[in-house]
């Protein structure tokens, strides 16, 4: 199976590239895992919703340019339906099983998605009701791709 994270931003933090790290380690006897990053933009203070419509639909034809066609697609967004650990998993294994061994997380930048990327998604997913900045939603995608391959092979971790 092949995993690809496309993610807008470049990822500073020491801590979280280290955990990261650690994860896609750990992944790499289960999938293939790709992380993108795409350039975010600059986004002041104080713009106008025709000003942040622009910047993330920058961003998103940045995104859509690294999505293959073939990739089932699911995009973080907060009104995204949310899964518990055991149904993440069985999600990721059924769309293997039909065939579908390619798929694309994409996590968005400080404004969100553009609407062109929510429509190219397949399924629009969410951590929950709370605001994560989006590095720490890469460490968090990574890790819960992790525990679902750990329950999709019966394997001890996820409680």
């Known amino acids: ?26 992944l790499g006897s ?26 993330k639909d920058k961003e998103g034809e940045r995104i859509l340019a690294k999505v293959s066609d073939q ?13 518990d650990s055991v149904d993440f998993a ?15 997380f994409i996590i968005g930048g400080s404004l969100g998605l553009s609407k062109q990327v929510l429509k190219r998604a397949n399924e629009e997913i969410s951590f929950g009701k709370l605001t994560f900045p989006h590095q720490l939603m890469r460490l968090v995608l990574v890790e819960q791709v992790y525990r679902a391959f750990r329950i999709i092979n019966g394997h001890a971790y996820h409680k």
Do not use: H, W
């Open 90 to 104: 069985k999600k990721i294994e059924n769309l293997g099983i039909t065939g579908k061994s390619d798929i694309t």
């Open 30 to 55: 289960y999938c293939k895992m790709e992380i993108i990053e795409v350039n975010d933009e600059k986004a002041p203070e104080n713009l106008s919703d025709k000003e942040m419509e622009m910047i």
């Open 71 to 83: 990739s089932y697609v699911f995009a973080l967004a907060i009104n995204g339906k949310q899964y």
């Open 1 to 26: 199976m092949n995993i690809k994270i496309i993610t807008v931003g470049k990822l500073k933090e020491k801590y979280l590239k280290q955990g990261i790290a650690e994860y896609t380690k750990r």
